[in-house]
């Protein structure tokens, strides 16, 4: 029988931080994607093989998450910004001070187009009950990011699993 | 050259990628995925603030040079469906990164797709960094192109 309090129970399956991107999907962080990793795949640089293969311009599937990430800075906001908030408010419901990040999946639905506006959601999945690791004493949880673009087409999915602890001692 | 699925074959390597880091790459790659933590271009607060050797390669982009590392094998036509991927140790400037791949198994889904997959590991000196399971879809024939699926006909 699970331990957990009612109003985490409550949290699974749950959308939670819906947000839309504050700029739409460019063509700029593609390149600068590729760039970094050097990735010289034509998709991204030859218009002519993207309208051949692709129907046009896709950014790589592996930026999924770029598109979501809030300005460092922007106006009526202070201090940083916090990507995945449903993993830190695990670590503090269960006040748990360290955290990690275990396994992390990507699945890729439809490509995801320049001029895109992606929205996404977090999904707590399942919270374990308490556990004892090397690290410490704390509580694995499960998070799956969902984004999906203005039609409403699922791009992708982000699945996250997060062991947040406690250190022996601490 | 765009690979097809009859090229593939279980046990295959796919051909190793051999890439010098340096502060320049890892910085690079945490603003181009938006990252603005500080351990990922701030030197002295990577190692005076957490202890650590150097700014280090972030998370989306080792995502990023596991897609390269699959697309340079399998050619644009090449789809990715699915990557797990676990960090167990940080790629930090000065290292020699080693990016390695062996086919795991391919098959054809109930629509006709054609998948390939893979186990790939990012290694420094012969310590995995970060290993990953991937999954990709590979053109069944030279005519075949799994981005023209969506829907039911996409099964990632």
Redesign the interface.
Same mark, same amino acid.
Request: net charge negative.
């Given at each position: 029988m699970s331990d957990l309090p009612p109003d985490v129970e409550a949290l699974i399956g749950v959308r939670q931080y819906e947000e839309t991107a504050e700029f739409p999907v460019e063509r700029g *962080?593609i390149w600068?994607?590729?760039?970094? %990793?050097?990735?010289?795949? @034509? &998709?991204f640089w030859d218009d002519a093989?993207a309208d051949a %293969?692709?129907?046009g311009p896709i950014a @790589? @599937?592996?930026?999924l998450? &770029?598109w979501m990430?809030p300005h *460092?800075w922007s106006p009526g906001h202070a201090g940083?910004r916090l990507a995945l908030r449903v993993h830190f408010d695990m670590k503090a419901r269960f006040d748990l001070p360290e955290a990690i990040?275990?396994?992390?999946? &990507? %699945?890729? *639905?439809?490509?995801v187009r320049p001029g895109d506006v992606i929205t996404h959601a977090q999904v707590l999945r399942s919270v374990s009950d308490v556990k004892t690791l090397h690290l410490g004493t704390g509580r694995w949880w499960n998070i799956d990011v969902e984004y999906w673009n203005q039609q409403g087409e699922t791009v992708g999915v982000e699945s996250y699993a997060g062991f947040g602890y406690r250190k022996p001692g601490q | 050259m765009t690979l097809v699925l009859d090229d593939v074959a279980v046990g295959q390597q796919v051909p190793p990628l051999s890439f010098d880091v340096t502060a320049t790459i890892v910085v690079l790659g945490a603003i181009a995925s938006r990252d603005w933590r500080p351990m990922h271009h701030d030197h002295d607060f990577a190692v005076h603030h957490q202890g650590l050797k150097d700014i280090f390669l972030n998370t989306p982009n080792q995502a990023a040079w596991f897609e390269r590392y699959l697309t340079d094998w399998t050619g644009p036509c090449g789809r990715l469906g699915r990557m797990t991927f676990r960090m167990k140790g940080s790629v930090f400037p000065g290292d020699t990164m080693v990016l390695e791949g062996t086919v795991t198994d391919v098959d054809v889904d109930d629509t006709g797709c054609g998948w390939a997959g893979l186990a790939v590991t990012l290694s420094v000196g012969g310590d995995v960094k970060t290993a990953c399971s991937a999954r990709i879809a590979i053109p069944t024939t030279a005519d075949d192109n799994p981005w023209s699926r969506n829907g039911d006909q996409w099964n990632p």
């Open positions: *962080y600068n994607t590729c760039a970094a %990793v050097q990735n010289g795949n @034509p &998709l093989v %293969v692709t129907g @790589p @599937p592996t930026t998450s &770029l990430r *460092y940083e990040i275990g396994d992390n999946t &990507l %699945v890729f *639905y439809e490509p | -």
